[in-house]
């Protein structure tokens, strides 16, 4: 025998080999601390107690070994038995640190012709030879080093951790299409109101002009008004079932662009709530509950006041059917109904440029079913002019 290998089978330092000489060697410490003759790393060998155990000659026995734990936190095993106190080594003896720990194996160089295990014989602290306790088998639960648990701790609050702020991105971009989407609803609505203003601004100066007109014109062409009575009645007859069809469409489509915010944001307070995040409430984001316009007539008053307009301009009161036109564009500047009524004034009136105006714009207005008719009192008008 010329030396002592202790080959490391597990753990940080597997495949690792520590040699010692034979003739020189009477005691090997393992454990984490820096002195100890085989040493394990504390940060990645937390089972390791600083001093774990020693290996010592026997003092009777020049040839034979011993294993002594020295009190460590997570036992030591020989060949899979705990070790309570000390037991005899022989050669390919496997030692392991603590339940789950590094492993290594006592090897002697060169190995002993015959291996052979003799009784069993305790060492006592100063090195003197007694009777070992037998080896016995351990059923105890096996501990768990502190570190370990640390760091099992570690790795669960960062996994938690993550699935937090996973949560919490899921909301914030929920929330932020909300708000884009509310947002670009409010400045077209903003946008449309503005227009709106402008549009009923140049109309209303247009309409005052037309009513200075008819003040100085006091007889009308009767035929010309019944023709353009005629007319009318022929354009509201045939857009009233449109017009009753895109209103319906219209309120359709509102009420499920309603439901659609309110489960979006019911969906974003459910998944906040979840994650022991404050909700956020719908009256914060910007149109969730958009402003309320400003009032505007009803349908079937709009309807009521077009007829009132054709039956004064029948009756040959143009000054007040020009009136009722004016009022249906400060109310409801996107119809063509009162730009219909204020262009058959200006026809009847014999002002070519000003009804052209205006019958073009209840044509952008008006629906394809009307549109024929107010293509041919533009061409009607054109041809006249030439």
């Known amino acids: 025998m010329e030396r002592i290998l202790i080959r490391h089978l597990s753990g940080a330092r597997a495949g690792q080999v520590d040699e010692f000489p034979a003739a020189a060697t009477n005691e090997i410490l393992v454990g984490r601390?820096?002195?100890a003759a085989v040493c394990f790393d504390p940060s990645r060998e937390d089972l390791v107690s600083r001093q774990h155990v020693k290996i010592v000659r026997d003092p009777e026995s020049p040839n034979d070994f011993a294993v002594v734990d020295l009190q460590s936190r997570n036992g030591t095993f020989l060949n899979r038995?705990?070790?309570?106190?000390?037991a005899r080594l022989a050669h390919n003896?496997?030692?392991q640190l603590g339940p789950a720990g590094p492993e290594f194996r006592f090897e002697l160089d060169p190995p002993p012709v015959t291996i052979t295990r003799p009784l069993d014989r305790t060492l006592d602290r100063t090195g003197n030879?007694?009777?070992?306790?037998?080896?016995?088998?351990?059923?105890?639960?096996?501990?768990?080093g502190r570190a370990t648990v640390e760091r099992m701790l570690g790795d669960t609050f960062t996994k938690v951790k993550h699935e937090s702020d996973k949560a919490v991105w899921v909301g914030a971009a929920a929330l932020t299409a909300i708000l884009v989407?509310?947002?670009i609803t409010y400045i077209y609505?903003?946008?449309?109101?503005?227009?709106?203003?402008?549009?009923?601004?140049?109309?209303?100066?247009?309409i005052q002009q037309m009513g200075q007109d008819v003040k100085k014109a006091p007889e009308m062409a009767q035929q010309a008004v019944r023709e353009e009575v005629t007319r009318l009645n022929d354009q509201l007859k045939a857009a009233d079932q449109r017009s009753e069809e895109r209103l319906r469409r219209l309120s359709q489509q509102i009420a499920e662009q309603e439901a659609v915010t309110k489960q979006a944001v019911r969906d974003l307070t459910e998944r906040q709530t979840s994650q022991s995040m404050p909700a956020v409430p719908p009256a914060d984001i910007p149109g969730s509950t958009p402003a309320a316009p400003a009032r505007e007539a009803s349908p079937k008053d709009y309807d009521g006041a077009v007829r009132q307009g054709v039956s004064l301009l029948q009756n040959g009161d143009s000054e007040g059917a020009l009136r009722v036109a004016q009022q249906l564009m400060q109310t409801q500047p996107n119809r063509w109904e009162a730009y219909s009524i204020a262009a058959s004034v200006?026809?009847?009136?014999?002002?070519?440029?000003?009804?052209?105006?205006?019958?073009?714009?209840?044509?952008s207005l008006a629906p394809d079913e009307v549109k024929p008719s107010l293509q041919q009192a533009l061409q009607?008008?054109?041809r006249g002019g030439q």
């Open 93 to 95: 003896d496997v030692i």
């Open 181 to 183: 989407v509310g947002g």
């Open 33 to 35: 601390d820096p002195d």
């Open 81 to 86: 038995q705990r070790v309570y106190s000390s």
């Open 129 to 144: 030879s007694l009777m070992l306790a037998p080896v016995r088998e351990d059923n105890a639960p096996r501990p768990i």
């Open 189 to 206: 609505m903003r946008q449309n109101a503005v227009d709106a203003n402008q549009q009923a601004q140049q109309n209303q100066q247009l």
């Open 380 to 382: 009607e008008i054109s």
């Open 346 to 363: 200006a026809k009847v009136q014999n002002k070519p440029s000003q009804a052209k105006s205006m019958f073009e714009k209840a044509l």
